[in-house]
């Protein structure tokens, strides 16, 4: 299986950055499968921030995943901070509602992004 292009930095195994945006049970799955596929691809990949409207949430899944809790954000806005970050990849997991807002704003930061569709 060849490399995707850009995977890997002329000095060695470049470390994917994810910010997760929805951090329910749907979050925390989509976080342990892309960590998953990476890992059987022998890509490096690391959450790096991520946003719920209850930040408690939020923090949760970066204890899980070994992030920074520091790079936990809550509210309605939450997601805003996330595409600040410098996160590669952004993973929309919150209900669908949100979705088209969600993407637009990931679009105008220049994120790769993970959505599902219902």
Same mark, same amino acid.
């Given at each position: %299986?060849?490399? %995707?292009?850009?995977?890997?930095?002329?000095? &060695?195994?470049?470390?994917?950055?994810?910010?997760?945006?929805?951090?329910?049970?749907?979050?925390?799955?989509? #976080?342990?499968?892309? %960590?998953?596929?990476?890992? /059987? /691809? &022998?890509?490096?990949? @690391?959450?790096?921030?991520?946003?719920?409207?209850?930040? !408690?949430?939020?923090?949760?899944?970066?204890?899980?995943? !070994?992030?920074?809790?520091?790079?936990?954000? &809550?509210?309605?806005?939450?997601?805003?901070? #996330?595409?600040?970050?410098? *996160?590669? $990849?952004? /993973?929309? *997991?919150?209900?669908?509602?949100? @979705?088209? @807002?969600?993407?637009?704003?990931?679009?105008?930061?220049?994120?790769? $992004?993970?959505? !599902?569709?219902?």
């Amino acid at each position: %299986m060849a490399a %995707m292009p850009g995977a890997f930095a002329a000095t &060695g195994k470049r470390t994917f950055k994810i910010g997760l945006i929805g951090c329910g049970t749907r979050g925390k799955g989509a #976080v342990r499968d892309f %960590m998953g596929a990476a890992k /059987l /691809l &022998g890509l490096e990949v @690391r959450l790096v921030a991520a946003a719920d409207f209850f930040v !408690e949430k939020a923090k949760d899944a970066l204890k899980q995943y !070994e992030g920074d809790v520091s790079k936990a954000f &809550g509210g309605a806005n939450g997601y805003k901070e #996330v595409l600040k970050s410098d *996160c590669d $990849i952004v /993973l929309l *997991c919150t209900p669908p509602f949100f @979705r088209p @807002r969600h993407v637009q704003a990931a679009v105008d930061a220049g994120k790769h $992004i993970f959505a !599902e569709k219902p």
